[in-house]
């Protein structure tokens, strides 16, 4: 019972963790680059979204969430939203942090993406404070049991999330021409420009994702 447990609340984290090596895979293999501050990402997506949920519930962004202004609707939008706002981060990161470096010697891109990490981290505490931030579940915090096993809902939802992400960009890769004209940008870039695929827009768009990944794992 302790380890179908313990494995549940495993596989939750590695969920987490598994969408934001999704996003270091997909800028890696489309740019060569990786974002340092990916970490930063993860908290940005975590604080707009409790940001969106008290601008959702009335409240302003410095109180707290009560289980009542969690609703799914609202938890979903706030997702939509927070997904659609990191990953505009992304566009700002590559054109500030990555683009003038690219293809330069040296790895000035490093710093400057730790360096972006950095604004995105103090300019959260500069806004919600270093203090943590509860966040309720929009399952309710009711412990399941599954064969013995407490298992919060949360959990669940987040291994639910993480395998259908992992499917849709599955499918996305191997069966869409957008999919298709990232792998062969990933392949080779140049190959791909003669082929008449816009590498450049690839690229942001790898940028976009990789960022709206980290948001949603936050």
């Known amino acids: 019972m302790v380890l179908l447990q313990a494995l549940f609340s495993g596989l939750a984290l590695g969920g987490i963790y598994a969408l934001v090596a999704l996003g270091f895979s997909i800028t890696h293999t489309t740019t060569k680059t990786l974002n340092f501050g990916q970490g930063e990402?993860?908290?940005?997506?975590a604080f707009i979204a409790v940001g969106s949920l008290l601008l959702l519930a009335g409240k302003p962004y410095s109180a707290a969430l009560d289980q009542a202004d969690v609703t799914m609707g609202r938890y979903l939008l706030a997702l939509l939203v927070t997904v659609c706002v990191v990953g505009l981060l992304g566009v700002l990161l590559y054109y500030t942090a990555i683009r003038p470096?690219?293809?330069a010697s040296g790895m000035a891109w490093v710093m400057s993406t730790i360096g972006f990490g950095i604004i995105l981290?103090?300019?959260a505490m500069a806004i919600w404070g270093s203090s943590s931030i509860a966040m309720p579940s929009p399952l309710g915090d009711e412990v399941l049991r599954i064969a013995g096993a407490g298992v919060r809902p949360q959990e669940i939802l987040v291994i639910a999330a993480t395998l259908s992400v992992m499917a849709v960009l599955d499918y996305v890769l191997r069966k869409t021409k957008i999919g298709k004209a990232v792998r062969a940008v990933a392949t080779n870039r140049q190959a791909a420009a003669l082929m008449g695929i816009n590498v450049a827009a690839i690229v942001v768009l790898a940028f976009v994702t990789s960022s709206g990944l980290a948001g949603l794992a936050g």
């Open 121 to 123: 981290q103090n300019s």
């Open 101 to 103: 470096f690219f293809g």
């Open 41 to 45: 990402f993860l908290v940005a997506g």
